[in-house]
Structures are given as structure tokens and as C-alpha cells.
Nanobody, 123 residues
């Protein structure tokens, strides 16, 4: 059974940093594209950024220059380094995976999801 487990969320002050991790298990994720989404209360789930198997990346404009996605293909783990956090970054952050080499920005393109981790940024 495929599992994605996020960790690293928490409470941080504006301007601070957090690093989220997503550990994949249950099968090999060779060739998979991984992504991070987030969902704030009352809002739709939003694409944050993605990384292909060969480590190409793509980010939503609102996080460019502040967030960085990386992956460890040996240990099937993907990371989201978040710097210069803002209160509007507050959301539940989800890890997702899809079995193609292209980064997609729509949630319905991803077949595997983690349970989410809360990130709260105080002003």
C-alpha cells in the first residue's frame, strides 16, 4: 500500500522558516513527480510547487524565491524548505505524487496523497 507521510509542520513567526518532509513508502517512486499543495480554511487546495524525478522544479508565483523543493531519490523523500514565511502561508500542506515525469498543477492529476501537516505563521 502506497503511503505518503508529511512531517515538519508547526507554528512559526512571520519571517521565519520551516522545512517539511514527505516520506514515501509502499513502492518505488522511481520516475514519479512529487508536489506540495496547501489548503487554507475556506479555500480550495492550491498547488505550491513540484519536482520531477530528474529534479526539475516549478513553483506558484506567490512562493517563488521563498520556497524550495528538493528530493532524495534513494530514500524516497521530498522536502519543502519554506523561508520568509508570511501569515498568508498558513494552511495545511499536503504532499502528492503522480506517476509521470511532468509536473502538473491540478490536484486531480495526482493519485497519491499524504494526510497533511499544519503550518501556522503568526504576524
Amino acid at each position: 500500500q502506497v503511503q505518503l507521510v508529511e512531517s515538519g509542520g508547526g507554528l512559526v513567526q512571520a519571517g521565519g522558516s520551516l522545512r517539511l518532509a514527505c516520506a514515501a513508502s509502499g513502492r518505488t517512486f522511481e520516475g514519479y513527480t512529487m508536489a506540495w499543495f496547501r489548503q487554507a480554511p475556506g479555500k480550495e487546495r492550491e498547488f505550491v510547487g513540484g519536482i520531477s524525478w530528474v529534479r526539475s522544479t516549478y513553483y506558484v508565483d506567490s512562493v517563488k524565491g521563498r520556497f524550495t523543493i528538493s528530493r532524495d531519490n534513494v530514500n524516497d523523500t521530498v522536502y519543502l524548505q519554506m523561508n520568509s514565511l508570511k501569515p498568508e502561508d498558513t494552511a495545511v500542506y499536503y504532499c502528492a505524487a503522480r506517476r509521470t515525469s511532468r509536473i502538473a498543477t491540478q490536484a486531480y492529476d495526482y493519485g497519491y496523497w499524504g494526510q497533511g501537516t499544519q503550518v501556522t505563521v503568526s504576524s
